[in-house]
Each structure stands twice: as structure tokens, then as C-alpha cells.
């Protein structure tokens, strides 16, 4: 009779298949408690340094809490986003900072393409593997604030190697100053695109890997040339990466912070005066931490929606893929 059910898919497991069913299980629960203890690191620093933090900062909003040490705290209920938008002074600060960072995003957006879209279609295209990968990668495992402090030499104005190099080719007529609006505003996106290339690259690789060899090559028997296998190939099948990218590109252009302070954004240097320099200023420096923790909240609550839609987007035609 065993040896029957065996051979009848619709008969119950033998005592053999079971035990492998259970071993199989045992297998699976282990490899989920080795991914578990490797993602724990990131997970608890994720957990106490943004998610506690941004319920524990909920209540102080609507409060006129002033700094950590106020002996006296109010409950003022939305007064603090509505003085956004009523109170000159604050609004003087706030939407030129929301617009330099728009137009900061858009720039970071096409260096996305730029460095990781190019980078990743060369290792894909001429199959650099390991070294190459690891070279491009180093660069985010620095600090913003150590690269933002190295672009600040590098472009001193009499001793600056860049400087003196384009200086030398005769590309430039005189000196560039990273801290002034012009030199921030070009710096500022090339070094975000050189920082982030290698996880960019990854995330682009990622979607080209993820595309049928038979459809290249049929574009390619049918005559296709690199750019319309490209256009009509490539992209149309990455989609589901150009919107990951996009939602990293979004919330990482409005959380750069040390390259930043690196540049002079809080000492006087206008074009580095993004959204999250705003917020510190306002909330520590200035004593205002209620009204600094509401204009990050009125700030992130829209760059939710989007990215949440776009998440949901993504998820919708990875699936129909």
C-alpha cells in the first residue's frame, strides 16, 4: 500500500516524505534566525535612533517646548504649523530652504542615473566583477562630513588641487569657492553621485539582472541597435529599480545633513541652507524645538505619501512582471 501512495501524487506522505517535510521546516527556521541575528545590528539602531524617536518627538509638537531642559511646557495644539506659514521670520527661513532642497533633488536625481545607471550597465555590459565592485563601494562607507571636509580642500581657493588642475587646463578663469551658492549648488550633486554610486549600481544591476537573456538576444537577431535595446528593452523591464531608486534619491535628498555642515550650511552659507539645517537651527540653536520637530513633521508627512505610493507602484509591477 506504501508503496502505492507513492507513486499517486494524491495520496497522503509516506513517514519518509514527512520527515523530510520536518527537516526541510527545521532547515527554513534556522536560516531565518541566522538572517534574523545578522539584520538585529541595523534593525536596533533603525528601531532607537529613527522610529522612538519619531514617537517620542509626536507629543513635543504640540507643546511650546523649548529645549530638553524647559521647566515649563504648555499645550498649544497646532499653533506650531500653523506659525509655519503665519510667522514671517519662520517662513523667511523655511521655504527658501524647501526650495533650494527641491532643486538639490533634482540634481541628486539625474547624478543617480549619472554614476549608478552607467556604472551598472559597464559590469553588466563588460562583466567587471569584485575589486571594481568593492572600489566603487568604498566611498559610502565614509562619512558625509569627511567628504563634504575633503571637497572643501580639494577646492581651496590657493591650495586646492582641483582647483589648481582646472586652473592649470584653463577651464575655469578663477578659483571656485565651494562655500558660495555657485560652487555648492554644482559641488554638491557630483559629490552625492560619487558618495552613492556603488549602492545606485547595485540597485541598477539589480534590475538588469533580473531581465531575460531571451529577449536580448531576440532584439538582438531582429537587428536592434545598443540604444533601442536600451529604450525598448532594458528600461522598460527596470522600471520596478527607477522606482527604488527614485524613493531613495527623494528621502536621502531631504535628510543630507553632515555634507552640509561640512559646506558651511550653518555658518552662513546660503545654498546650503537645506530643510534639515533648518530644523536644527530652529530646534537647538535657537530654542524652538517644538516648532523645529513640527516643520520636519509637516515636511516628511508629504515625502511619505509619495514614497509610499511609489512602493505600492513598484510592488504592483514587479508583480505583473
Not at 501524487?9 to 534574523?36: F, M, Q
Not at 536596533?44 to 517620542?56: A, D, E, M
Not at 517662513?91 to 543617480?112: G, K
Request: glycine fraction near 6%.
Amino acid at each position: 500500500m506504501s508503496s502505492m501512495s507513492a507513486h499517486f501524487p494524491g495520496r497522503a506522505p509516506t513517514g519518509i516524505a514527512r520527515r523530510a517535510e520536518r527537516k526541510l521546516s527545521a532547515r527554513e527556521r534556522r536560516r531565518i534566525v541566522e538572517d534574523l541575528v545578522l539584520l538585529s545590528p541595523q534593525l536596533i539602531l533603525f528601531l532607537t535612533l529613527t522610529v522612538v524617536p519619531f514617537f517620542v518627538g509626536i507629543p513635543i509638537v504640540l507643546t511650546d517646548r523649548s529645549n530638553f531642559t524647559d521647566p515649563e511646557v504648555n499645550y498649544v495644539g497646532m499653533e506650531n504649523f500653523t506659525r509655519i506659514w503665519a510667522d514671517p521670520s519662520i517662513a523667511r527661513d523655511y521655504f527658501p530652504a524647501v526650495t533650494r532642497t527641491a532643486r538639490f533633488t533634482l540634481l541628486n536625481y539625474v547624478m543617480v542615473y549619472l554614476f549608478g545607471l552607467t556604472l551598472a550597465l559597464l559590469m553588466y555590459e563588460v562583466g567587471f566583477r569584485g575589486r571594481f565592485f568593492t572600489i566603487v563601494y568604498l566611498p559610502r562607507m565614509l562619512s558625509g562630513l569627511a567628504v563634504g571636509f575633503i571637497a572643501v580642500m580639494l577646492f581651496a581657493e590657493s591650495t586646492g588641487s582641483m582647483n589648481l588642475l582646472l586652473l592649470k587646463l584653463g577651464w575655469i578663469r578663477e578659483p571656485i569657492n565651494i562655500k558660495l551658492e555657485r560652487g555648492t549648488t554644482i559641488a554638491l550633486p557630483i559629490l552625492m553621485g560619487w558618495r552613492h554610486a556603488g549602492y545606485n549600481m547595485a540597485l541598477f544591476l539589480t534590475g538588469l539582472l533580473s531581465i531575460s537573456r531571451e529577449t536580448i538576444e531576440a532584439a538582438i537577431v531582429d537587428g536592434a541597435t545598443y540604444w533601442q535595446r536600451l529604450t525598448r528593452v532594458y528600461f522598460p523591464q527596470m522600471i520596478p529599480s527607477f522606482i527604488i531608486a527614485t524613493v531613495f534619491c527623494l528621502t536621502g535628498s531631504f535628510q543630507v545633513f553632515d555634507m552640509l555642515v561640512a559646506l558651511g550650511g550653518m555658518v552662513g552659507n546660503k545654498a546650503a541652507e537645506f530643510v534639515s539645517i533648518v530644523f536644527f537651527l530652529h530646534a537647538f540653536q535657537r530654542n524652538r524645538m517644538a516648532l523645529g520637530l513640527a516643520m520636519s513633521l509637516e515636511t516628511f508627512l508629504p515625502l511619505a505619501v509619495i514614497g509610499v505610493s511609489l512602493q505600492r507602484l513598484q510592488r504592483r509591477l514587479a508583480y505583473d512582471v
